[in-house]
């Protein structure tokens, strides 16, 4: 990176670590930090939208709809996080590529399925073949994306469902009497109420989920501890300019400096949202909060 | 009408043979010398440099793919990528599963790393990667195995007293020898058929592209200057 980097061997001390720090290979390890930050930034809304959804439907008095929205909790919140990972992820593949297989290519004969190997025609490969390294790797995190979400999501919903029954009945009934239909005391008067009872739940899951982050690399996905442990691991003379012994040690320990500010960060912003959600709540806080601007 | 779809038909056809042309190649790039993730953060390595020739001499265009040798098979099958090319001993286990290339590197023994140049291996705790055939030895002669993702790992279980000794191919340990302490059995063990490229069963062109590819590479010799510049095994 840096002019003076061209011969490591005769560098020493700050100058050496500032050419170690900025090979190709971390590089990798900084990319890798910001693709788990955007998959948080996009995971945690989109989560939460199905959590909403999946809540919505466990409540509906259309049955079906009820059905689809407590199977949907049950299933996914009972199933192991690592099956479901390595599993569901393949088969979503599979899965797109089947349907773009049979749009695209119906006069291909040969079985999708021989043995073990599943072959589609190469029109419907996702992402095509030819395509550059990068829109794999972009498509492999959308996937991460989207199953992440489904599985936030189911507890996402559990968690809204018991907020959206801990709103007070009286709340509800009031609206009833002042004429609102259904539609808009669920939009008006639930709905808004019904965080204050949520966050607790949902500040654990998106704990959980900063935790779970590192589930990624089952995923194919490159990220922060598989480049902790490549990087970090023994370096021989022979295959780097940078030769090492084992610093696993240290390159988990900035991990977890890394991890311990991120969810202090987050219990900061929490706590405040949480002040912000209660404000003029019927809860014991929302009544604390009275009592002392009083 | 009718021929507008026909002739978007034939583009979208010719445009798949001519996308065809691209073989993405799977490795692990964390086994040296054979593959691993140079400074620059590239693969690299005794791998990287005979895939590129076969390639060339097949006349392919490659791309290279990193993926985490547990999930190496089953990424292969649901056709991810195209290839396997990350020191994978032909055996007849995996046959089944994939097939193989002719072998590019000859069978050699595997050795054992430990800090004990006296050490009995047999009652000994012997550390390797998971599903290599240096696991699967280890299991059949009932010996306490303990298996780990990575073959960096493995070492470390040796250095740190987890495992008594480590089981690999030579030419990695070669690498670590003589680091920490760290010590070369005299016992070898003489299994795994020799390392080829792992090719889907139903993509027999593929394969016969590169097992061409590799023939001619060890007709003219330059697969054992190859082995020769990377310490990889014994040559042909």
């Known amino acids: 990176m840096f002019s003076y980097c061209s011969d490591p061997s005769t560098l020493e001390g700050l100058t050496w670590l500032s050419c170690y720090l900025t090979t190709g290979k971390h590089m990798g390890l900084y990319i890798s930090v910001v693709t788990v930050l955007v998959l948080l930034a996009i995971t945690a809304p989109v989560a939460l939208l199905f959590g909403f959804a999946g809540a919505t439907a466990a409540r509906s008095r259309i049955a079906p709809l009820r059905w689809l929205g407590k199977g949907y909790t049950a299933i996914v919140r009972g199933v192991p996080d690592i099956a479901f990972f390595l599993f569901f992820v393949i088969a979503l593949d599979q899965a797109f590529e089947w349907l773009r297989h049979q749009v695209k290519c119906p006069d291909w004969d040969a079985p999708v399925r021989q043995g073990n190997d599943f072959v589609v025609c190469d029109i419907a490969k996702l992402p095509l073949s030819s395509s550059p390294q990068w829109v794999h790797e972009t498509y492999g995190f959308f996937l991460a994306v989207l199953t992440f979400s489904i599985v936030f999501g189911a507890f996402a919903s559990n968690v809204l469902f018991g907020a959206m029954r801990a709103v007070p009945q009286a709340q509800l009934e009031t609206a009833e009497a002042y004429g609102m239909t259904r539609r808009q005391t669920f939009w008006r008067i639930l709905v808004p109420q019904m965080w204050v009872y949520a966050l607790p739940g949902l500040s654990n899951l998106w704990m959980v989920l900063i935790k779970a982050t590192p589930l990624l690399f089952l995923l194919g996905i490159e990220d922060i501890v598989y480049w902790a442990r490549e990087l970090g691991g023994t370096k021989n003379p022979k295959f780097t300019d940078y030769p090492h012994g084992d610093w696993r040690m240290w390159y988990f320990l900035a991990l977890l400096v890394f991890y311990l500010t991120f969810t202090k960060v987050s219990e900061v912003v929490l706590d405040r949202l949480m002040k912000k959600l209660t404000h003029g709540q019927a809860t014991s806080g929302g009544e604390a909060q009275r009592k002392a601007a009083a | 009408m009718k021929k507008l779809i026909l002739s978007t038909a034939a583009l979208a056809l010719t445009a ?221």
């Open chain 2, 16 to 236: 798949g043979f001519a996308m065809a042309d691209v073989v993405r190649m799977g490795t692990e790039g964390a086994y040296a010398p054979w593959n691993f993730v140079n400074d620059a953060g590239e693969i690299d390595g005794f791998e990287r440099e005979l895939g590129d020739e076969l390639c060339k001499r097949a006349e392919l265009k490659c791309e290279w793919v990193k993926n985490d040798w547990d999930s190496i098979i089953p990424n292969l099958v649901s056709g991810n990528y195209d290839t396997i090319i990350a020191g994978m001993s032909i055996t007849a286990e995996r046959d089944e599963v994939i097939d193989f290339t002719q072998a590019y590197t000859p069978p050699d023994p595997s050795a054992y790393l430990a800090l004990d140049a006296g050490l009995d291996v047999e009652g000994a705790v012997v550390a390797a990667q998971a599903t290599t055939i240096q696991a699967a030895f280890v299991a059949e002669k009932g010996w306490t195995l303990i298996e780990f993702a990575t073959p960096e790992e493995t070492v470390a279980a040796v250095k740190n007293g987890e495992a008594d000794a480590v089981l690999a191919d030579k030419s990695f340990l070669d690498t670590m020898a003589g680091q920490d302490g760290l010590v070369m059995l005299e016992r070898k063990e003489a299994i795994g058929g020799g390392v080829g490229m792992g090719i889907r069963e139903s993509d027999g062109d593929l394969r016969a592209k590169f097992d061409a590819a590799i023939q001619s590479m060890k007709d003219d010799g330059t697969l054992n200057t190859l082995i020769a510049k990377w310490e990889v095994s014994s040559q042909w």
